[in-house]
């Protein structure tokens, strides 16, 4: 069934039981929850779903490791067990990787203190779908990778976590709720909140794409607008004093070749310190992350330039023979981490990850801080949080969990993807080109293959540096509420960091393929495919926009539909 994107008018039909504002990965786990408990439940997203931190993040689904080093037990280990549960509910976005943790001579975690520390995180995973930590010495690490600097090295250890697909895995968490009931609308910007009687009891919201405006309302608000809350919270009360102190972390893509190595590493930067990764994601590795206190609007955020020579320094003094360059970077991305505030004179990358729900002077609700790994447990505590603002009858029907660590997310309703492998190869699809399909949409490949059953067309690449292929825009502009080619290129398909024009070779075509779709006039499909730089007119669409044997400059109508 297709996932629509909702009107402004229609969220404002009636009353809700509850509105969302933020479409992050806790907002989509907030109307996912609220949805399967029956409520009526809305959600306004001022971009694209996950546009903001969602689609920022070191793509890590994991305990924390690093938190046993100050003491965080608890939320280590909730963390290990929100793991397991999204390995078994989305086995295609969330997936099982070995980490390496090389050991040196001065290194600020001695070898003995990492064997305890792996050993403790692997006691506290139990059961938790991944294999038990292990410890190596010098010769037996530089097996598992050979690339690893030799000088003062002492061993060091081998443990299991989880890599996800950060943005993917909030669309698929998104629709889920959209499947029971839940309604949701992106580039829908909140302008002000409605109050009566000293309560909020809505908001103001205007559509970007069609310049609608609606009065929203609903008996319980709830911001999870992440970097973004503290902004929100002063529409209803101007003096609330700060919930966030704000970090950027940036990470840096560079071919994995360069690098040469087999597993993830997580290893101590010689430059400061400061525990950072080195991340496989298909034949490109990508190196993260910063922790720096940021104090500027949260979209604001990029990787700069000494960013950049930063990561690119410690990766090459891990990997000596690597001799990364500033000209060997494909894509950069940052993001903004709402980081609970209280410890000014603490690093940043020792600031908890917990999070906090608090009720505002006119009863909004926010949920503050947290981490991606966590954010289903967020968004339950959330919905009982704003459960208890409502009358005791209504709070009473709807007060039982529903099943969200069980049901799966689209797509994951099966781990073995060998039918779908098959099927693929006996269409004519290279396998690097199957893997990949079935690593993005699990058991809805099905629907990719039938839309290429439909047009062989669909089969063909859409980027000459990149697997992507056209039935994949078809099936995320039908299923997964893409509305603008940046939203498919960027989150939806991520060309925007695994190549290095950032996807713009494949704009056309998407822009055709989108165009075709949503009946999108000529104009539209030109202002999509080519965008003009910031602050400059719109370029005059071109005469032909195209995708191979598929051509929008034919169309006599000017319509945009063939």
Same mark, same amino acid.
């Given at each position: 069934?297709?996932?629509?994107?909702?009107?402004?008018?229609?969220?404002?039909?009636?009353?809700?039981?509850?509105?969302?504002?933020?479409?992050?990965?806790?907002?989509?786990?907030?109307?996912?929850?609220?949805?399967?408990?029956?409520?009526?439940?809305?959600?306004?997203?001022?971009?694209?779903?996950?546009?903001?931190?969602?689609?920022?993040?070191?793509?890590?689904?994991?305990?924390?490791?690093?938190?046993?080093?100050?003491?965080?037990?608890?939320?280590?280990?909730?963390?290990?067990?929100?793991?397991?549960?999204?390995?078994?509910?989305?086995?295609?976005?969330?997936?099982?990787?070995?980490?390496?943790?090389?050991?040196?001579?001065?290194?600020?975690?001695?070898?003995?203190?990492?064997?305890?520390?792996?050993?403790?995180?692997?006691?506290?995973?139990?059961?938790?779908?991944?294999?038990?930590?292990?410890?190596?010495?010098?010769?037996?690490?530089?097996?598992?990778?050979?690339?690893?600097?030799?000088?003062?090295?002492?061993?060091?250890?081998?443990?299991?976590?989880?890599?996800?697909?950060?943005?993917?895995?909030?669309?698929?968490?998104?629709?889920?709720?959209?499947?029971?009931?839940?309604?949701?609308?992106?580039?829908?910007?909140?302008?002000?909140?409605?109050?009566?009687?000293?309560?909020?009891?809505?908001?103001?919201?205007?559509?970007?794409?069609?310049?609608?405006?609606?009065?929203?309302?609903?008996?319980?608000?709830?911001?999870?607008?992440?970097?973004?809350?503290?902004?929100?919270?002063?529409?209803?009360?101007?003096?609330?004093?700060?919930?966030?102190?704000?970090?950027?972390?940036?990470?840096?893509?560079?071919?994995?070749?360069?690098?040469?190595?087999?597993?993830?590493?997580?290893?101590?930067?010689?430059?400061?310190?400061?525990?950072?990764?080195?991340?496989?994601?298909?034949?490109?590795?990508?190196?993260?992350?910063?922790?720096?206190?940021?104090?500027?609007?949260?979209?604001?955020?990029?990787?700069?330039?000494?960013?950049?020579?930063?990561?690119?320094?410690?990766?090459?003094?891990?990997?000596?023979?690597?001799?990364?360059?500033?000209?060997?970077?494909?894509?950069?991305?940052?993001?903004?981490?709402?980081?609970?505030?209280?410890?000014?004179?603490?690093?940043?990358?020792?600031?908890?990850?917990?999070?906090?729900?608090?009720?505002?002077?006119?009863?909004?609700?926010?949920?503050?801080?947290?981490?991606?790994?966590?954010?289903?447990?967020? /968004?339950?505590?959330?919905? +009982?949080?704003?459960?208890?603002? &409502?009358?005791? %009858? #209504?709070?009473?029907?709807? @007060? *039982? $969990?529903?099943?969200?660590?069980?049901?799966?997310?689209?797509?994951?309703?099966?781990?073995?993807?060998?039918?779908?492998?098959?099927?693929?190869?006996?269409?004519?699809?290279?396998?690097?080109?199957?893997?990949?399909?079935?690593?993005?949409?699990?058991?809805?490949?099905?629907?990719?293959?039938?839309?290429?059953?439909?047009?062989?067309?669909?089969?063909?690449?859409?980027?000459?540096?990149?697997?992507?292929?056209?039935?994949?825009?078809?099936?995320?502009?039908?299923?997964?509420?893409?509305?603008?080619?940046?939203?498919?290129?960027?989150?939806?398909?991520?060309?925007?960091?695994?190549?290095?024009?950032?996807?713009?070779?494949? /704009?056309?075509?998407?822009? +055709?393929?989108?165009?075709?779709? &949503?009946?999108? %006039? #000529?104009?539209?499909?030109? @202002? *999509? $495919?080519?965008?003009?730089?910031?602050?400059?007119?719109?370029?005059?669409?071109?005469?032909?926009?195209?995708?191979?044997?598929?051509?929008?400059?034919?169309?006599?109508?000017?319509?945009?539909?063939?």
């Amino acid at each position: 069934m297709p996932s629509l994107r909702a009107a402004l008018s229609d969220l404002a039909t009636r009353e809700l039981d509850l509105l969302v504002i933020g479409g992050g990965i806790t907002g989509a786990g907030i109307l996912r929850d609220a949805a399967m408990r029956g409520l009526s439940v809305g959600l306004v997203e001022q971009g694209d779903f996950a546009a903001g931190t969602s689609s920022r993040s070191s793509r890590l689904i994991h305990g924390g490791l690093r938190y046993l080093e100050h003491y965080q037990w608890r939320l280590v280990f909730e963390a290990l067990r929100e793991r397991a549960v999204l390995l078994r509910i989305a086995p295609h976005l969330v997936r099982p990787i070995t980490f390496v943790v090389p050991a040196y001579r001065g290194d600020r975690i001695p070898r003995w203190k990492l064997a305890a520390g792996l050993g403790l995180y692997g006691l506290l995973a139990i059961g938790g779908n991944v294999a038990r930590p292990r410890m190596f010495g010098k010769a037996g690490l530089l097996i598992l990778e050979p690339g690893l600097r030799v000088r003062g090295l002492r061993g060091g250890g081998l443990y299991h976590d989880a890599q996800c697909d950060d943005a993917r895995l909030v669309i698929a968490t998104l629709r889920s709720g959209l499947t029971h009931g839940g309604r949701a609308a992106n580039y829908a910007r909140v302008t002000g909140l409605v109050s009566e009687g000293g309560k909020v009891v809505g908001v103001e919201a205007h559509d970007l794409l069609t310049g609608d405006r609606a009065t929203i309302r609903a008996r319980a608000v709830i911001n999870a607008t992440g970097p973004w809350v503290d902004t929100l919270r002063r529409m209803e009360d101007p003096g609330v004093p700060a919930l966030l102190r704000l970090s950027s972390g940036a990470h840096v893509v560079v071919p994995r070749d360069r690098l040469g190595h087999t597993n993830a590493i997580t290893f101590t930067s010689s430059v400061d310190g400061r525990v950072m990764f080195i991340l496989p994601w298909g034949s490109l590795s990508y190196i993260g992350t910063t922790e720096t206190d940021f104090t500027r609007s949260p979209e604001q955020v990029t990787a700069s330039q000494e960013e950049v020579r930063y990561l690119l320094r410690s990766a090459n003094a891990l990997f000596p023979q690597a001799h990364l360059g500033e000209e060997d970077v494909l894509a950069t991305w940052a993001g903004v981490r709402p980081l609970l505030a209280g410890h000014p004179n603490v690093p940043a990358g020792a600031v908890s990850r917990e999070h906090r729900i608090v009720r505002g002077s006119q009863g909004m609700i926010t949920v503050a801080g947290g981490k991606l790994t966590t954010y289903r447990r967020m /968004a339950a505590e959330t919905v +009982a949080m704003a459960l208890s603002g &409502l009358p005791p %009858d #209504a709070a009473a029907q709807y @007060r *039982e $969990a529903p099943p969200t660590d069980w049901e799966p997310l689209p797509g994951g309703e099966s781990a073995v993807f060998d039918p779908f492998i098959q099927t693929g190869l006996d269409l004519g699809l290279p396998p690097a080109t199957v893997e990949r399909l079935v690593h993005r949409y699990g058991t809805e490949t099905a629907a990719v293959y039938n839309l290429i059953r439909e047009d062989r067309r669909l089969l063909q690449p859409i980027h000459p540096d990149h697997l992507a292929i056209g039935a994949e825009v078809v099936q995320v502009t039908r299923r997964e509420l893409a509305v603008r080619v940046e939203d498919v290129l960027d989150r939806r398909i991520h060309l925007g960091t695994e190549t290095g024009d950032g996807g713009r070779a494949a /704009a056309p075509a998407v822009a +055709a393929l989108m165009g075709r779709e &949503l009946g999108w %006039d #000529a104009d539209r499909i030109a @202002r *999509e $495919a080519a965008p003009p730089p910031p602050g400059t007119a719109t370029a005059e669409p071109p005469d032909r926009v195209s995708f191979p044997g598929l051509s929008l400059g034919s169309d006599p109508e000017g319509t945009g539909v063939l």
